[in-house]
């Protein structure tokens, strides 16, 4: 007999090279450190906003049949805003977030001075509800000694899921949506600097087509998912957004006339 037993799912453990495990490893790290400090959040919502918000305008004021430099006009003026507009929203978002937190760090730093048993039980509590053993958790509580730094930070990450080491970056975020809006918006926005009509709103459309595809690829593939899904889901949005503020602007623009 195997010792195996039948239906019971086996856990197999492989033999990797100790430099794919170290690669793997640091690639895993880089990709955490991103995610936590809020500029991959901030990057994507930065390009998809500066794709989706100027084409929308453009497409509007296409549709009322405004005239190329109106369209120009307004599809610079909303690169400018908009781009300031998610870099200050960004920075304020993600430096709130960052004192919220290090003002939480403090508090536990004070009761850990005043109150050790109560931190001592929370975190006991914290990791029994992860699934340790009554007896493990409470030895893994009081292993560490209250006054280093590193218990604070292992009672705040396993506590609260704050690390103080890992607060954010409220400039990153600020300047990567900026930049990112910037570029997002400029897609829809540079055929009209060459050619005019229906051709530029053809031309607009497919550009950024392909732009969200890639950008909802590149995120569902960073994620783990299926690349085509995520790319497919971005398209939707962009079709359906495209649609319904030309359809306005057309509506608006037969009103006026």
């Known amino acids: 007999m195997s010792g195996v037993t039948p239906g019971r799912p086996v856990r197999v453990i492989g033999n990797r090279g100790r430099a794919d495990r170290a690669a793997d490893t640091v690639a895993l790290r880089r990709r955490a450190d991103q995610v936590s400090k809020g500029a991959i959040r901030a990057a994507v919502l930065g390009a998809n906003d500066g794709l989706v918000t100027n084409l929308c305008l453009i497409l509007a004021i296409a549709g009322a049949d405004g005239s190329v430099s109106a369209v120009r006009l307004a599809g610079f003026a909303s690169l400018i805003a908009g781009a300031f507009s998610m870099a200050a ?7 709130s977030q960052a004192e919220l937190s290090s003002g939480l760090v403090e508090q536990l730093r ?39 730094d590193r218990f604070l930070s292992f009672t705040a990450r396993t506590v609260f899921g704050v690390n103080p080491d890992e607060l954010g970056s409220p400039a990153a975020a600020a ?37 969200s ?10 994620s783990g998912n299926s690349p085509s899904r995520g790319a497919m889901r971005q398209l939707f949005i962009v079709i359906l957004a495209s649609a319904i503020t030309y359809g306005i602007g057309s509506l608006f623009g037969t009103a006026i006339a």
Do not use: N, Y
Request: net charge negative; aromatic share 8%.
């Open 110 to 148: 004070g009761l850990i001075v005043h109150d050790p048993a109560l931190v001592l039980d929370e975190l006991t509590d914290q990791l029994v509800k992860d699934g340790f053993g009554t007896e493990t958790a409470q030895r893994a509580s009081t292993e560490l000694p209250l006054d280093e």
């Open 213 to 222: 595809l890639s950008v909802g690829g590149l995120v569902s593939a960073s």
């Open 175 to 211: 300047i990567g949506s900026f930049a990112l809006f910037t570029v997002g918006a400029l897609v829809p926005l540079m055929p009209w600097f060459f050619i005019e009509g229906t051709p530029a709103v053809v031309v607009s459309i497919a550009l950024t087509a392909v732009a």
């Open 89 to 95: 929203g960004e920075w304020v978002s993600v430096q």
